[in-house]
């Protein structure tokens, strides 16, 4: 007899351990401390421990717990399992320098390209698909994962990306002809091979995530993705003798996509009915309970698995109850990879604060509890419900949460374009900042040394005080300024060395932000952030950046840059409120940020640089909702600076080369100056940028920082003739793509030689040009 399907579950869970077990065998393994049967050892205690906690919080039914775990990545998983990406492992693991080789890179072969998971901070490696390849299926792993949780005592989910998705995601390699998407029938052959040896090893359920199908595909309309879910999935369910298909949609809600999926077989569909708008969509929950047949279990994600708050079970209680079905499993709206471990480890976060959040574990047992309210009453759970009841109770009335002086101050600037005066009026008092042709800079940090992190380690523990922290600080930044000069830098940055992250460091001085002790989130592969959490208006007791700026500025005489972190990037990489509109908390912390600005510029600072990387990342997943974020999030920017003089040049700094996309946006941030990544595309994005008429000063970055090569001069010259092919000399700036922070000394001091030195040629070459067209008009030619 199959198992039904569990009533309380989650649809994955954080993998790189509560202490970063897996961080550190990644890392012992890569670096060769420990060998590959420790490293497989290292890994298997911690699924082992990860099932029995889950099992310890309430996911104690067949099948409840999904086996997530991945070494480094579950899209380069399934791409193997299915054999997208062709691997020589038909073993009990995948192959581990295979593997790693295609994560990480070697030598001689690049790793593969990394990028978001879908709206998220996750970053999944993105599969390239030759014409050639054909799909094969390599089972073993998923087996061998059934397995082992079998002899502890668990009977886990296998999990696999569903075909759909993993296509939608997967590129075309160099040359190929046809779209990946044109070979969904070829590979759902082999999930239908992978699911067969799974149901002749006793497996009942197996769960397939398809978040491909709530956002928008390029070149896939929202019909061919319903077409096809509904066409692959009947295929995959007409199969005799198989586990019974579990299908997941997260990230958003079901269009087209929900018919075609419901009526097609499966067995169970788990929706996310959490995290859409950030509160429950009645449309959504109407649409499902008309359109999901009876027979199809219909697996509520209700607790959000991308943000931190304890959930208000009541109102979660009542929405499931709506839903008015006979049956209704209980889970998260996404898997739990998004969120920290638990609550349990954060001692220094003030108590109140603390009450109202749930990491990972408080989450499951939030899914255990309304499972049981469901099918008991709320009182079988007295104790989560209380809990519940009590942390929205204290947050919503929390002077700690709502700031009057905020919100008036927000109110009064939600009538202000944030617009300053024209470019060009700008453009003409800015000469007065005495900036040379072709200026040089940076992005801001420069690397952080030993000694660096030691001091603020030192710091922050009380090793040492906050003069003797300051001191320390001023050393490196006089270290710091000293290299620029050496090197002939124009524009002068002091270096960031105060700053353990670009958000975290404005969290911490900013109110209305926490920050945690343990609260990591993987990012990719052994990497991980600890995400601030914003839980309440945002001011700015004291100034943050300018006691290092001013002084900076006292020790050179060069042009010193102020440096910010921009507020949809604070956003961005924060776990935001799910009690105000993002655009709400966005304006507050522009306002904060503002205030900073005018200070910088009162201290005399007359060039500052507000960071935006993540301005694209927050880009909403639907083609419909992205105009509305756009407006926003631009007009948040714009109030940062909306109040500086003419004269006081802002720059930005935007990571990635998608520039297109947004350009229109880019365009409306009204920065003086834009610095992007250019160097690996050679230059590329400026085609957008000339052909779009970007009118505005703007540094391509010419020195690939992401590598630890040091580009030669010839090749600047050319990225910089290249860039000067589109851009006039007057509006060029040459810097390096990125911050400087990951990188070490001797390459840094090379390259930015390198980059100075190039620039001096690119200025000589056209001095000579230019006289030499006077030498010629002398001589009675027609000028040209
Ligand atoms: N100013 C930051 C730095 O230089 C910018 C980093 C970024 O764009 N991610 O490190
Ligand atoms: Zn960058």
Redesign the pocket.
Known sequence: MTAPFPTATITGYPRIGARRELKRALESFWSGRIDADDFSRSVHTLRIETYHRLAGLGLSEDYAIPASYSHYDHVLDTALTVGLIPSSSNGSDFDLTEYFALARGTASTPPLEMTKWFDTNYHYLVPELADDTAFTAHPQHLLALVAEAEAAGHRVRPVLVGPLTLLALTKPAPGTTTRPFDRLDELTAVYHEIIGSLAAAGVDWIQFDEPALVADIPGTSDEELAEAARHTYSALSATEVRPRLFVTAPYGSLRAGLNGLAGSGIDALGVDISSATRAVDPQYVQRLRTQVPDHVRLVAGIIDGRNIWADDLRTSLDVLRELNRETVSVSTSTSLLHVPYTVEQETALPVDVASWLSFAEEKVTEVEALAAAITEAPEARAAAFERADRARRTRSESARVHNDAVLARTEAAAAHTGFRTDFATRHAAQQTLGIPELPTT????FPQTPEVRRARADHRSGRIDDTDYTALMKDEIDRVVGLQEELGLDVVVHG?PERND?VQYFAENLDGFATTDNGWVQSYGSRCTRPPILFGDVSRPNPITVEWSAYTAQQTSRTVKG?L?GPVTILAWSFVRDDVPLRESADQIALALADEVLDLEAAGIGVI?V?E?ALRELLPLRESDRADYLDWSVRSFRLVAAQVSPRTQIHT?L?YSEFGEIIDAINALDADVTSIEAARSRMEVLDDIAEYGFEREIGPGVYDIHSPRVPAVPELVELIEAALRHVPADRLWINPD????TRGYPEVRAALANLVAARDEVLTTRADRGRGDHALVGAGQPPR
């Open positions: 940076t992005i801001g940090s960031e670009m440096m972190t640089q960071d990387p700094h990571c990125c911050g400087l922070k």
